[in-house]
């Protein structure tokens, strides 16, 4: 069964999938560019339980993230499996315990906090 995670999470972790492995941290503009959504629209619902409705932008972000292995379904819908799934209720256990930020001033924030 499916953990249940609003759309936020989801974002969370696609987008904590596409920075593995990377030495440069990816702001939140660049992430929304490599995507194909405009900032406003990826600040708007990076911090929102519930998918957006209006499917213009979610179509392209959904095309720009399948060859991770991310569904248009799971991502918006929260329907089927994750991408890499174990990683995905390990990455779960691991945010609820501690709040991973990937906004760049929560990671300052959190850092000297």
Do not use: C, H, Q
């Amino acid at each position: 069964m499916a953990p249940t995670t609003g759309f936020a999470d989801r974002l969370a972790y696609v987008r904590w999938l596409r920075m593995r492995g990377r030495v440069a941290f990816e702001n939140d503009r660049e992430f929304a560019e490599a995507l194909g959504v405009t900032y406003g629209w990826f600040a708007k619902w990076k911090s929102r339980r519930d998918a957006p409705e209006a499917r213009k932008e979610t179509n392209a972000l959904a095309r720009a993230l399948e060859p991770m292995g991310v569904t248009y379904d799971w991502l918006f819908d929260n329907i089927g499996e994750a991408p890499e799934p174990e990683m995905w209720r390990d990455w779960l256990r691991a945010r609820r315990k501690v709040p991973f930020y990937y906004y760049g001033e929560e990671i300052k924030k959190a850092a000297s906090g």
